[in-house]
């Protein structure tokens, strides 16, 4: 380990106190407003605490069901959206013809919002996992191709230029030169994709489902259980935070070798 790695771990173990310190602030407010404490806010508005961690106990049999559904359905969404985004980006900029082709569906489809779709995937595909997985997919295509595209366009022309001159050819300039150059700019969009896919799940399970996290939620605001509802927003924000976590180390390991801040 050199000398700026131990320079940053000792910066990180310095300053991890106010992470720290932010959180318990949080959850010492929580605490204070609602029943357990104050008893500022009513329950039926915003639960405590210990309601949360009881709606936890009382619903542990569904939760695993429904964290696997969602999860799978965020996960094939976002790795098969991310996929077709970088392709079809590369392909549209490889080829003049797929641009002209392409580019007025791509930029004519890009402001709808897909969540706008979902009464029709719903007349499509029912309630089934086909219409769920295309919605997820599609949000993040969206965002992935277009930001493909620009990834290409901002690639420093003096290494393609200095790649025609060793004779490389179109293809082997996209691959040794062009992809590797728009990888760290992926980064960025790709962890705001894993925020979307989260957010078009929601919506996807609130329209009709049988188990997610989403459904969970819905069921309990039917029956106005606000723990049930705000232990659901603790385990999106939760799995949220993991896959966000998992993308980015792995992302930053495939671009170890790209200088960072």
């Not at 329950?43 to 405590?48: G, N, T």
């Not at 191709?145 to 290409?152: D, G, K, L, Q, R």
């Not at 993991?242 to 495939?254: E, G």
Request: with cysteine; net charge positive.
């Amino acid at each position: 380990m050199n000398g700026n790695s131990l320079k940053q771990g000792k910066g990180w173990f310095k300053d991890s106190y106010l992470s720290i310190f932010s959180i318990m602030g949080v959850f010492v407010f929580w605490f204070l407003i609602t029943r357990d404490g104050l008893g500022i806010v009513k329950p039926v508005i915003f639960p405590s605490p210990l309601m949360v961690v009881e709606a936890a106990v009382s619903t542990s049999s569904l939760i695993g069901t429904d964290v696997f559904f969602t999860m799978y359905r965020v996960v094939c969404g976002l790795v098969t959206g991310t996929v077709l985004g970088v392709i079809i980006g590369m392909l549209v900029c490889f080829n003049n013809k797929l641009y002209y082709l392409l580019n007025p569906l791509i930029e004519s489809s890009r402001p709808v919002p897909v969540i706008a779709m979902i009464p029709f995937f719903l007349m499509w595909f029912g309630i089934g996992e086909l219409g769920k997985f295309l919605l997820v997919t599609l949000g993040v295509f969206a965002i992935i191709v277009i930001n493909t595209i620009e990834a290409i366009r901002n690639v420093p022309p003096i290494y393609v230029k200095a790649a025609q001159t060793l004779g490389a050819n179109k293809g082997n300039i996209y691959r040794k030169i062009i992809l590797p150059s728009i990888i760290p700019a992926l980064i960025g969009p790709i962890r705001v994709c894993v925020a979307i896919s989260f957010t078009l799940v929601v919506a996807a399970e609130f329209m009709g489902a049988q188990a997610g996290m989403g459904y969970r939620i819905l069921q309990a605001r039917k029956m106005f259980n606000t723990d049930v509802i705000f232990l659901g927003v603790v385990m999106f924000g939760i799995l949220s935070a993991l896959v966000d976590t998992a993308v980015r180390k792995v992302l930053q390991h495939v671009t170890r070798w790209t200088e960072r801040a």
